[in-house]
């Protein structure tokens, strides 16, 4: 299985700060023949499904707004917000789609300062 | 457009079977994947398993054992059965989209006597 890692567990970051999140995946989720990273970011808020954020490690979901962006490659991932909102704080999530069993990060917990 | 709604019985007894239903709206169920992805309560999340409309099927390895993920495309429904449940399969169960482009509402499910 590949394992998922997220750094930090919980973040702390002022509103109007840029907020980053890491992932790191135990293998490589490129896919060399079509040149994809097969990584997705969700937001988790309580009572509400998973948000797709990001897919592909960097492309944006239609509807989600243009503070968040996703990058990396191979094996190392980051997910930024580039000002934090009030209605950002809450439990982000890694996956990896390239393999299965699809895996997640442990999830990082995001507040405010 | 798609819609997903889990449906089933939010307490099961230890020992026997977690029946539960994702219907799915706005859509055909003949396209895509469809995976069940589950939330221990104050835990993160885990794969369950997917479908192909085609009937071929994935199974996490540490619930393969338990698991059968089918198909209705007559009633555009996708199932899950887990078998033999303990306290530990206590969670919110998820139906989604491929590797979760799209997700249900989700639908908790207690194990206990």
């Known amino acids: 299985d590949i394992v998922m890692t997220q750094s930090p567990d919980s973040l702390a970051v002022s509103l109007g700060e840029r907020a980053t999140i890491n992932c790191k995946s135990s293998q490589s989720v490129l896919y060399s023949s079509d040149n994809k990273n097969y990584l997705a970011w969700y937001q988790l808020k309580p009572g509400q499904p998973p948000k797709l954020l990001i897919y592909w490690a960097s492309t944006r979901e239609s509807g989600v707004p243009d503070r968040f962006s996703g990058s990396g490659s191979g094996t190392d991932f980051t997910l930024t917000i580039s000002s934090l909102q009030a209605e950002d704080v809450t439990v982000y999530y890694c996956q990896q789609y390239y393999s299965t069993p699809y895996t997640f990060g442990q999830g990082t917990k995001l507040e405010i300062k | 457009q798609m819609q997903l709604q889990e449906s089933g019985p939010g307490l099961v007894k230890p020992s026997e079977t977690l029946s539960l239903t994702c219907t799915v709206s706005?859509?055909?169920?003949?396209?895509?994947?469809w995976s069940w992805i589950r939330q221990p309560p104050g835990k993160g999340l885990e794969w369950i398993g997917y479908?192909?409309?085609?009937?071929?099927?994935n199974y996490a390895p540490s619930l393969k054992s338990r698991v059968t993920i089918s198909v209705d495309k007559s009633k555009n429904q996708v199932s899950l059965k887990l078998r033999s449940v303990t306290a530990a399969d206590t969670a919110l169960y998820y139906c989604a989209r491929d590797f979760g482009d799209l997700w249900g509402q989700g639908t908790l499910v207690a194990v206990s006597s």
């Open positions: 479908i192909y409309y085609s009937g071929t099927t």
């Open positions: 706005g859509g055909s169920v003949s396209r895509y994947y």
